[in-house]
């Protein structure tokens, strides 16, 4: 049993992964039941959002066979609270649901969303089934990077979220950094399975054009708080005219984006969430793409954001304003240049691209390191294994 808060049609890191993931296990003879919200408008295709405003606890099937036992989606998140508000009711929310489902042998609670953790360990409990905790982000350090609350608040939530990572059967990272660290606090058993991408979502994009225009800087993913993309903004109004930057999605950041590009003069288009073959465009369009992550944020030091890979898989050079293994991950498959995060520096950086064009032509390195490391397959057939040992170490 998988407990998200984001799942297929929708496009999201957990959907990308799990969807992935559940088509491989499938294949496998394996039953995967999936509490998840009904689908909400701003993350689903348009064709996709027929059952947004039902307030029901219908089921239907996956695209692997999966069965998704869905509840009401009662918000559409706008605002950093909204997001969370919308956390908390969906946690709740998913307790009941999945206890009308068949009981599983194993329960994955996927997060960053906070209160899922609390919701999948209580479903663990109430089956008396192992509980393996998926960390796609590296909470509880974000909590007290991010101020996500107040001082007290974050204490409880730090002890609340190692409690709970010291009694799972099982914790899953997705970078090696992080593992290390919760191993030093006493986690018990921790693996890690990265992000990645499915082969056959790696995007085909042609060769870069050759053109006389402004450097075309692409940024493609969630606009919110830990992409600190108001450095982006403020490096295109000191390019001025020399760059053309595009912004693609939609976050809780995005009016203050729009904002200091309104107030600075910056060169940038916004434009809303695309999905599939638009991507690819998009891609076909620029000259660079920017991987970002806030530099102020110390947990971002074992963070490798998802959309990395499939950037790596489009060939075109990376604006990579990332630390860790996330920038180490750049350097070694040459497929950018890694910048600190400062508008002036990221601003020196387009510079010199544009006096030099030549380093817009990166290497296949980028696309063979997704093929040998990232494949969404091979990291499918990795983590089964791993829950089978969480299941049977339980029942034995």
């Known amino acids: 049993m998988l407990v998200s808060h984001s799942y297929w049609p929708e496009s999201t890191p957990p959907q990308r992964r799990w ?15 999936v509490v ?9 295709p348009a064709n996709s959002r027929r059952k947004r405003h039902l307030l029901d606890f219908a089921s239907e099937v996956g695209p692997s066979g999966e069965v998704i036992r869905r509840f009401p989606a009662l918000l559409e998140p ?57 960390m796609r982000d590296a909470w509880p350090d974000l909590a007290h990077d991010s101020r996500v609350a107040a001082s007290a608040a974050t204490s409880i939530l730090d002890a609340v979220m190692t409690r709970i990572q010291r009694n ?10 992080f593992r290390r660290q919760l191993v030093t606090r006493g986690v018990r058993k921790a693996v890690t399975v990265p992000n990645g991408i499915s082969s056959e979502r790696l995007p085909t994009v042609p060769p870069r054009r050759i053109h006389g225009g402004p450097l075309r800087v692409l940024y493609m993913g969630n606009h919110g708080e830990s992409q600190g993309l108001d450095v982006v903004v403020r490096a295109a109004a000191i390019s001025g005219s020399a760059v053309d930057v595009r912004f693609v999605g939609s976050g809780t950041a ?14 940038v288009d916004f434009w ?44 075109r ?27 002036e520096a990221i601003a020196a950086l387009w510079a010199e691209l544009v006096a030099v064009p030549d380093r817009l032509s990166v290497n296949v390195r980028g696309r063979d390191w997704v093929l040998d490391h990232a494949d969404m397959r091979s990291l499918a057939e990795q983590y089964m ?12």
Do not use: Q
């Open 385 to 396: 294994k791993s829950l089978v040992e969480a299941a049977t170490t339980t029942t034995s």
């Open 272 to 315: 809303t969430v695309v999905h599939g073959e638009s991507i690819a465009r998009h891609y076909e369009w620029a000259d660079t793409c920017v991987v970002s992550l806030r530099a102020d944020w110390p947990s971002f030091t074992w963070t490798v954001p998802s959309k990395t890979f499939e950037i790596l898989a489009s060939g």
């Open 168 to 177: 799972a059967e099982m914790v899953v990272t997705v970078t090696d950094g």
């Open 19 to 33: 969807t992935a993931f559940a088509r491989v296990f499938r294949e496998y003879g394996w039953d995967i039941d």
């Open 254 to 267: 995005k009016a203050r984006l729009e904002e200091i590009s309104r107030k600075t003069g910056a060169n």
């Open 36 to 44: 998840a919200p009904h689908p909400v408008a701003v993350d689903a």
């Open 317 to 343: 050079h990376i604006t990579a304003i990332l630390r860790g293994e996330a920038a180490k991950i750049i350097e070694e498959t040459g497929s950018g240049d890694v910048v600190e995060a400062e508008p």
């Open 78 to 134: 706008h605002s950093r609270s909204g997001r969370l508000t919308r956390h908390c009711i969906t946690a709740v929310l998913s307790v009941p649901r999945a206890l009308l489902a068949p009981s599983p042998d194993l329960v994955v609670v996927t997060i960053p969303s906070l209160p899922h953790v609390v919701a999948g360990w209580m479903i663990a409990h109430l089956r008396r089934k192992p509980l393996v905790v998926e």
